[in-house]
C-alpha cells in the first residue's frame, strides 16, 4: 500500500508489540479478539484501517485499555 496513513503504521507496530509481550500468535490474537487471523496481520503490516469496534475488539483480545492500543 503506497499512501499508508501515519497513523496506521505505529498502531501496527504497537498491536504485534504487544501481542509478542503476551506470547500471542495472530490466530490466537484472532481468537481472543472475535477477528479473522488474516485481518490482525493486516492491521500490523498497517494494510487495514480498522473500524472503533475492532479496536475495542483488540484491546479485549490484548486485556489492556484502548488507549494503551495509542501509546506509540
Known sequence: M???SNILIPFGKN???LRKARN???ESLAQK???HRTH???IERA??????SNIEKLA???EVNI???FRF
Open 2 to 4: 503506497k499512501n499508508k
Open 15 to 17: 498491536i504485534s508489540k
Open 24 to 26: 500471542l500468535s495472530q
Open 33 to 35: 479478539s472475535d477477528l
Open 40 to 42: 490482525i496481520g493486516m
Open 47 to 52: 494494510e487495514r484501517n480498522i473500524t472503533l
Open 60 to 62: 479485549n483480545g490484548l
Open 67 to 69: 488507549d494503551e492500543l
